[in-house]
């Protein structure tokens, strides 16, 4: 079962959870809900999807006013500076179940999220109320920390509430804090499991064609000069794709696909493939670009949601 806003409410009802709910128009980041409902007096809340290198997912959610420092938290949970990322859209959809800019601890009511790490900032029992979004951003509720308690309590979840501001010291006689913290099992979404050898870019088995082997063998095993702009553009610096410049995102797109055409065409590749050029050039690009290209579009898509958390890092709310 995959909860709706309005289920949601219904079980907070049926749990006798007092809280209020505010509608508004669909907002994606903290600056913008304030605008609505910054007034009604509760505390705004950021709220992050994360994963670590082995697949482990977290929610982490804060005061807006809380900084959260990510290469800390990363080591506060022993997985180093760099070990906590962004978690990808298709996690957000697969487990979360929730689409961007509506991630708070409510979305962890899915079964799906069973294996989510949830860490809530202590700030939180401070406020007399918090405001969240019920699964969906057309609306914020606010309740206190209490009520937030006895839901989380309903669907099996032990509230863990840590100072995401402290930065203790870490190293051989000083374990992490928060280790307890990191879920014992891993979760591999399907669509991100890499295609096996056997299958081509399309995920397809390859099918016997006119090409000769030759440019079979090459087709599967792309060119020097094709593997190095692959292996740059994994192993180097990408650039910063401007968050709402479509414009800039499409140009990025087109400068990596002429770099790499561009490095496809020879003298050499020409003498060697001939009238099928054309067809092992496109084969190519397909197979080195399709990742990389597909993973510049997540992180545009994702835009909103990573902008929501970090505009809330600097989001000072009303003091009261």
């Known amino acids: ?24 128009p669909v907002v994606l980041t903290v600056e913008a809900q ?14 992050l999807f994360l994963k670590d290198k082995k697949h482990r997912y977290y929610v982490v959610s804060a005061l807006a006013d809380t900084k959260v420092d990510m290469k800390v938290l990363s080591q506060r949970l022993g997985l180093g500076k760099g070990g906590l990322r962004m978690a990808p859209e298709e996690a957000l959809g697969e487990i979360l179940k929730v689409p961007l800019g509506c991630v708070t601890p409510f979305a962890l009511v899915n079964e799906s999220a069973s294996h989510v790490s949830l860490l809530l900032d202590k700030g939180f029992k401070t406020q007399e109320c918090c405001i969240f979004h019920p699964l969906s951003n057309d609306m ?28 203790p010291p870490v190293g051989k006689d000083q374990p992490p804090d928060l280790a307890s913290l990191v879920p014992s099992g891993s979760t591999v979404l399907p669509d991100l499991l890499e295609k096996t050898p056997s299958q081509d870019s399309s995920g397809n088995h390859p099918s016997a064609g006119n090409n000769s082997t030759a440019v079979t063998a090459k087709a ?9 702009v692959k292996e740059k553009s994994v192993n180097g610096v990408r650039p910063l794709i401007p968050s709402t410049d479509a414009g800039k995102f499409v140009e990025e797109l087109l400068d990596r696909t002429s770099t790499l055409l561009l490095s496809e065409i020879s003298e050499d590749s020409i003498k060697r493939h001939g009238g099928q050029l054309g067809a092992e050039v496109a084969n190519n690009i397909k197979k080195c670009l399709r990742e990389d290209l597909k993973n510049l579009a997540t992180i545009f898509k994702n835009t909103a949601y990573t902008e929501g958390f970090y505009a809330g890092t600097h989001y000072q709310p009303k003091r009261l």
């Not at 304030?34 to 709220?47: D, M, P, R, T």
């Not at 206190?144 to 309903?154: Q, R």
Request: aromatic share 10%; hydrophobic share 35%.
């Open 1 to 24: 079962m995959v909860y709706s806003k309005d289920q949601l409410l219904a079980r907070l009802k049926e749990l006798q959870i007092d809280f209020s709910q505010y509608e508004h």
């Open 34 to 47: 304030a605008k609505y409902v910054g007034n009604v007096g509760g505390a705004l809340s950021k709220n």
């Open 220 to 228: 599967d095993k792309p060119s020097n000069a094709v593997q190095n």
């Open 140 to 167: 914020s509720i606010s309740l206190n920390a209490f009520g937030l308690d006895k839901f989380l309590k309903s669907i099996g979840r032990d509230p863990t509430y840590i100072d995401l501001e402290a930065n």
